[in-house]
């Protein structure tokens, strides 16, 4: 699990991070951690500044090396990175002729410490572990000890900033690199609420990407512990443009795009229409068909024959873009509209190639974490699947420069992005012109969260709370 957020913070970021906190002159006698501190990219930077600062101070070396002992800590939980962190400090410190310094350094998870209001400065870049990649140990530990944790898919990072948050002292500042997610994800509010008092200051990379392998952007956040004003200035990377922005004016998510929510019109997208994530098998390997044959009753998968009446197109934003056809294997019925399931016994015996099919991937099918009550053969989440028999719309969770909206037939299964079905009055032909229109495009690049590169990640709430 720790392995995966083991990127660590290019040396330019490193110099924008310690210079949003302030971290220039007169720094002896500051008490400083990095938190997580991996090879210690930012605690050399650190040690470097710390002793030319001191130097420049006419501090003495022996008192520098005292200082350093004191005032400089670190935390990483992983030995190795831990080492090496420690061999990279006593080079730059040897680099100004101070030797043996017993460092600060601890080979902890700081998660499970005490520090608060220890600390003149806490400044790092933390691990960024998603809901979905913690272990259930883990889960219930944030949960229990963190408020940031307590509702929802939390981020692991959420403890982190809510705990260097809490070890700074009544005067201290927190400089943090972190997903710019923590901006707009729902369940990043309860963190949102925590940090804003004091938050003075957001450098947003925007669609500028420090970390290939990350999912969505960075930004850099500063929080003054003695200062709790009413607005925070906010530096967009990407445009070059710095503006202050109201703390009053943000509701749950923090936009600072110039959308003007106040002039909406009054008509909700949600109460027209119902915009939902598609299905969601929890193991697509067994369930959608990429390589087949299609026979007179049947489809052929490798050496397996399975039952028509159990196919259906299956549909995601990727493949309709690449134009490529595939198939799900559709484990319900609708009777009169409405979802029949069936049973285990009835399932096996009008289909038992696609039983044994399916048997194939049993292990895996059985240890999905799936809803309550959900039979070995069906979709971990049965929530899109009530809906679904009727003529629908389809988009990305992921819009790039225009929205791209797809019209599917009522047999298709639309197993990734987000479906649109309608409630009341308007058509789907409506729909889709609402969801193609200009202002709907610059509502997304209001509300959106950076992903890759230009493109930003919207949610099925984003499109119902939509006012047109
Ligand atoms: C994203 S890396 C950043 C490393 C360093 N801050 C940098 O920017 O170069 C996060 C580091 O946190 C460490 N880590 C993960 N969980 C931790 C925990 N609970 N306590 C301390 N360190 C942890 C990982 O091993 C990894 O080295």
């Not at 420049?56 to 200082?67: A, P, Y």
């Not at 009413?230 to 795009?257: A, M, R």
């Not at 969601?280 to 390589?291: C, Q």
């Not at 649109?420 to 058509?427: A, Q």
């Amino acid at each position: 699990m720790i392995e995966k957020c083991q990127v660590f913070t290019p040396s330019q970021n490193v110099i924008e991070l310690l210079d949003a906190a302030g971290y220039k002159r007169d720094l002896y006698g500051k008490k400083i951690i990095e938190n997580a501190c991996g090879d210690g990219n930012i605690l050399v930077e650190i040690v470097r500044r710390y002793i030319e600062d001191s130097l420049n101070n006419n501090i003495n070396l022996d008192k520098i090396k005292e200082g350093l002992e004191v005032d400089i800590h670190g935390a990483e939980i992983d030995e190795q990175h831990y080492f090496k962190c420690l061999a990279n400090l006593d080079e730059m410190a040897s680099s100004f002729g101070i030797l043996n310094v017993n460092w600060k350094i601890l080979n902890l998870d700081f998660l499970k410490q005490n520090f608060d209001g220890q600390f003149d400065y806490v400044i790092g870049n933390p691990p960024y572990i998603n809901y979905r990649e913690l272990n259930d140990e883990t889960r219930a530990y944030l949960r229990e000890n963190f408020t940031s944790c307590k509702f929802g898919k939390f981020d692991y990072f959420y403890a982190f900033v809510e705990a260097s948050f809490k070890s700074i002292s009544s005067t201290g500042k927190l400089a943090y690199l972190i997903p710019n997610s923590l901006f707009k994800n729902v369940f990043a509010q309860e963190l949102r609420g925590i940090i804003l008092p004091h938050l003075v200051r957001i450098i947003d990379y925007t669609s500028h990407k420090l970390f290939s392998q990350a999912l969505t952007s960075s930004a850099i956040i500063v929080c003054d512990k003695k200062i709790s004003s009413k607005n925070f200035e906010y530096k967009d990377i990407k445009k070059g443009s710095t503006t202050v922005i109201q703390k009053e004016t943000l509701d749950k998510k923090w936009i600072f795009e110039n959308y003007n929510f106040e002039s909406e019109p009054k008509r909700r997208f949600g109460d027209y229409f119902s915009a939902a994530i598609s299905v969601a098998t929890l193991f697509n390997k067994a369930y959608i068909l990429k390589e087949f044959k299609e026979e007179e009753n049947h489809v052929c998968v490798g050496r397996f024959r399975i039952e028509n009446d159990l196919i259906r197109r299956g549909i995601s934003p990727r493949s309709l873009n690449s134009k490529k056809s595939e198939l799900i294997i559709f484990p319900y019925k609708y009777v009169n509209s409405k979802l029949v399931r069936y049973s285990n016994e009835d399932f096996n015996k009008s289909f038992p190639e696609a039983t044994k099919y399916l048997c194939n991937f049993s292990e895996e099918l059985r240890n999905r974490k799936s809803d309550k009550n959900t039979k070995w053969f069906e979709y971990g989440r049965s929530q899109a699947l009530a809906h679904l028999n009727q003529p629908k719309l389809l988009l990305s969770t992921v819009v790039t420069k225009e929205v791209k909206v797809y019209e599917l037939t009522k047999d298709c299964i639309p197993y990734s992005g987000i479906y649109i079905v309608p409630k009341k009055e308007l058509t789907l032909i409506q729909a889709k012109e609402i969801l193609e229109s200009k202002a709907f495009n610059e509502y997304v690049r209001a509300i959106g969260i950076n992903a890759n590169g230009n493109s930003l990640r919207i949610t099925a709430v984003d499109i119902n709370n939509y006012r047109f």
